[in-house]
């Protein structure tokens, strides 16, 4: 069973993790169905493009480049194991 602790609890530090690859939002359906090789979902591209134009997002991180995801194909699969481990 748990210990139950008594008194307040603090917040020691607040902090921003920023992933080192930026794609701009215009770009992010391209890149998007690109590495996923759905670029053939022609109909489905155009819908998450206009998603993406009415959103205020401007800028996309992600830690994964293209490369990694080219080297690594499980990645992007529902049962696949990430990363060859």
Request: net charge negative; hydrophobic share 35%.
């Amino acid at each position: 069973m748990a210990k139950k602790v008594e008194g307040l609890a603090t917040v020691l530090a607040i902090g921003t993790a920023v992933p080192p690859n930026c794609i701009p939002q215009a770009d992010f359906p391209d890149y998007y169905f690109r590495v996923t090789n759905s670029e053939h979902m022609t109909e489905l591209k155009e819908i998450f493009k206009r998603i993406c134009e009415k959103t205020a997002i401007e800028k996309r991180y992600t830690y994964l480049t293209e490369e990694m995801i080219k080297e690594n194909p499980n990645i992007g699969t529902f049962d696949g194991r990430s990363l060859n481990a």
